[in-house]
């Protein structure tokens, strides 16, 4: 059942919407006078350079890499990006829930397939409900899902969670905790992966204390990112293998 926006989710669609046409992956979409580059509509959205239309989509947790894999795959194929994060962001500068980052999401996926783009989602689509709605938009379309498992040794997630920057404007940065010290969006980072673990893990019945990354049924590639030439050797293979298709 598609969920009808209200005026303020409405607002925070249109500015997604409208960065979409600045900048689909992190790469200069438009020089100073705001023409985008030969080979790039106006609209923003790579042509496809597949024969049907593909969308990757990323499981994993908070650090396990989906935003870095998200875009180096978006460069290699030619696809526009939907952050997850982003549209959260944008919704709750409009004071508002993140109930409906489902419905922005799916109708900016299907704007960009009418248009002759791929897609790259930057979240976790581990959940059923999730999945639903891609499966919906693939019959639909004619798509090919492609699910990508993001992972990586959880020191490395922890270490990258304390290290990175984040800015008052980000998911992270400007979420709401009790925590009044430095560094708030860090822990706000870690709540979250610490939210996430029954999702994309489960014990180890030999060491409790450690966790085994679950395997799913639907996954078509996994990625570990602990190591960068390895990831990006194998982000690479999935690429080639995606434009088969």
Known sequence: MNKKLNEKEQKAQKV????????????????????????????????????????????????????????????????????GD????????????????????????VGIISKGGNAVLDSDYGPIKKKGMLSD????????????????????IIGRLINAKY????????????????????????REFWRMTPRNYKSNNKEPLNFILKKFPFINFKVDTSDEKKWKKEAKKIAKEILKF
Do not use: H
């Open 16 to 83: 997604f919407f409208d960065s979409l046409k600045i900048y689909p992956v992190r790469s200069p979409f438009r020089n100073r006078n705001g023409i985008p580059p030969r080979g790039i509509t106006s609209n923003g959205v790579y042509p496809r350079k597949t024969k049907i239309p593909v969308i990757a989509a990323m499981v994993g947790s908070v650090g396990s890499g989906k935003s870095t894999i998200s875009r180096f795959i978006a460069q290699l194929i030619k696809g526009t990006v939907i952050q």
């Open 137 to 156: 938009i693939a019959k639909k379309f004619g798509a090919k899902v492609f699910y990508i498992q993001t992972y990586a040794d959880r020191d490395i």
């Open 86 to 109: 982003k549209i959260r962001v944008l919704l709750r500068r409009q004071k508002c829930g993140y109930e409906s980052v489902r419905e922005i999401t799916k109708n900016t996926l």
């Open 167 to 190: 800015s008052p404007k980000s998911f992270s940065g400007g979420a709401g905790s009790v925590w009044t010290g430095k560094n708030k969006g860090a822990v706000v980072a870690i």
